[in-house]
Antibody, heavy 118, light 107 residues
Framework: QAQLVESGGGVVQPGGSLRLSCAASGFTFTNYGMDWVRQAPGKGLEWVADIWYDGNKKQYADFAKGRFTISRDNSKNTLYLQMNSLRPEDTAVYYC???????????WGQGTLVTVSS | DIQMTQSPSALSASVGDRVTITCRASQSISTWLAWYQQKPGKAPKLLIYKASSLESGVPSRFSGSGSGTEFTLTISSLQPDDFATYHCQQYASYPYTFGQGTELEIK
């Protein structure tokens, strides 16, 4: 059974940076694409970025391009999201999710809350 | 970007009712559609992928149908555990996009 545990969320000022991590276990991490999806308080789900199983291809939502970087360390079974130039509208719970066959999300972590506020 | 529109946004129903939620895409997505269930304070859970394929472990009272631009999620007989928010998601093309969600409440 896949287990995903996010960490690294917190309160940050506008313009600041955070790095989120997602520790994976219970499945063969190197076989899976991985994604980040976020949910602002009281709002719907919003896809952020994804990365192929080998890290060779990445895709981003427009709001993330140039500010966020998705990466993975397959030796540590860990997914990352580096977020720079954060804005109040980036305030959300950030989930990592597995993406085995390309595009839908089989398993999800519990989420980590990012609050961008002065 | 492909816009996904769910209807209704909220729905009141009783245990035992048959419920249908609709999701419309702004352009054809073939059958590249997934449905998720989310309970308050919890992560979403995959129910249906490829429009009509039931994820392992999901009760058979859940079913999905549709292709192109119109899709439905049906719960054949509502159970107390089914009161939650339901989201559709297209994965035909980047950026992946979700519907705004349908909140299913107890009548």
């Amino acid at each position: 059974q896949a287990q995903l545990v996010e960490s690294g969320g917190g309160v940050v000022q506008p313009g600041g940076s955070l790095r989120l991590s997602c520790a994976a276990s219970g499945f063969t991490f190197t076989n899976y694409g991985m994604d980040w999806v976020r949910q602002a308080p009281g709002k719907g789900l919003e896809w952020v970025a994804d990365i192929w199983y080998d890290g060779n291809k990445k895709q981003y939502a427009d709001f993330a391009k140039g500010r966020f970087t998705i990466s993975r360390d397959n030796s540590k079974n860990t997914l990352y999201l580096q977020m720079n130039s954060l804005r109040p509208e980036d305030t959300a719970v950030y989930y990592c999710a597995t993406d085995f066959t390309g595009g839908y999300f089989d398993s999800w972590g519990q989420g980590t809350l990012v609050t961008v506020s002065s | 970007d492909i816009q996904m529109t769910q209807s209704p946004s909220a729905l009141s129903a009783s245990v035992g009712d048959r419920v249908t939620i609709t999701c419309r895409a702004s352009q054809s997505i073939s059958t590249w559609l997934a449905w998720y269930q989310q309970k308050p304070g919890k992560a979403p859970k995959l129910l249906i992928y490829k429009a009509s394929s039931l994820e392992s472990g999901v009760p058979s009272r859940f079913s999905g149908s549709g292709s192109g631009t119109e899709f439905t999620l049906t719960i054949s007989s509502l159970q107390p555990d089914d009161f939650a928010t339901y989201h559709c998601q297209q994965y035909a093309s980047y950026p992946y996009t979700f519907g705004q969600g349908t909140e299913l409440e107890i009548k």
